[in-house]
């Protein structure tokens, strides 16, 4: 009788051994998404020349409705990648340039993903709207409304040179 119960405990661990290697346990995906911003602006020289730049000089971002700083004092980057809340439908940034103050606002939905059990959720956003104000940022453009990554570029900026 025992011998049974051993044979039987010991396909039990087998069982349970094999469910435990299932290739979902350990989570290879990405689970961030975050928008994609560039930046173009006129830069004009001493000498009167102008050049179109498409890089920051110098920008300090921080989330406008939080303590989040993504971004300190960043030089010679031409794409930011800012985290859009999960929370709500409205991220709202903070830029600070040249010792100029500017707002941007995007309006967004959320969308939860389900990626497995070990992975969780990775929530992608779409851009409805962005809205700016403040100092010089002229013009926004929507390049791409889907944000379900890293690596895709957004929204691009029209900066007022200086």
Known sequence: MRLQHFKYGLLLLAGLSAWSCRPDTVCRQDL????????????????GVESLMNQWDSVLIWGADCDTVPYLEVKNQSKLWLPLRVDTAVTTYQILWHEQMEFIEIHHTNDRQFISNACGCIVYHTIDTVLFGG????????????????TEENILLYLGGN
């Open 32 to 47: 961030e998404a975050a928008m994609g911003m560039t930046v173009q602006w006129t830069s004009i020289d001493t000498a």
């Open 135 to 150: 100092a010089f940022i002229d013009s926004v453009e929507v390049m791409n409304t889907i944000v379900s990554g890293t």
